[in-house]
């Protein structure tokens, strides 16, 4: 388990660009993988999402191979929302 005051991914573009998302991601993520992350904590953005297990950028739903679930605990009260963020 890996905890960040930023989150890894995130919906709420005002504060977190795709592009600094995918920056983020491709520095950090090989990393994760390297030491089988199983989860990320992130924070700052107050609200709560979680992804499914994410290889690549990608929902890995196999069960055959590893990936990261990603989540944003901030929760400040924000609506449900669906995210799009990832490739499905």
């Given at each position: 388990i890996v905890g960040s005051p930023l989150p890894f991914y995130t919906t709420w573009t005002p504060w977190w660009t795709k592009q600094e998302s995918?920056?983020?991601t491709q520095e950090l993520d090989p990393l994760l993988e390297e030491y089988h992350v199983d989860l990320t904590i992130g924070a700052h953005v107050h609200q709560y999402e979680r992804t499914c297990r994410v290889l690549n950028e990608t929902c890995v739903e196999d069960g055959e191979?590893?990936?990261?679930?990603?989540?944003?605990v901030g929760t400040?009260?924000?609506a449900k929302h669906e995210s799009n963020v990832l490739k499905n």
């Open positions: 995918i920056k983020r191979h590893y990936g990261i679930v990603h989540t944003v400040g009260g924000r």
